[in-house]
């Protein structure tokens, strides 16, 4: 059976927190500028939470966002 994931688990906020990571760093490299939801402000606030808990994490949590940006870049390369 799945589970349905929301904003106040923690491993839900770390995945989405590298996603969301990702797809800034995707964009800037595609000169794309991000629109911001509604649903942004409860992800930050699990963000923040996830973050005050372990000061270093955003530094995991940008290696992994470009890391995937990375492979996606590679996938597009001829």
Not at 9 to 15: I, L, Q, T, V
Not at 48 to 58: E, S, Y
Request: proline share 4%; glycine share 4%.
């Amino acid at each position: 059976m799945t589970s349905v994931k929301n904003y106040d688990d923690e491993g839900y906020a770390k995945e989405e927190l590298v996603a969301e990571l990702g797809a800034c760093f995707l964009s800037a490299d595609l000169g794309v500028e991000p629109q911001p939801e509604e649903h942004h402000a409860a992800y930050i606030q699990s963000w923040l939470h996830v973050l005050k808990d372990d000061k270093r994490f955003i530094f995991q949590v940008a290696s992994h966002a470009q890391k995937s940006v990375e492979y996606i870049q590679r996938l597009q390369s001829p």
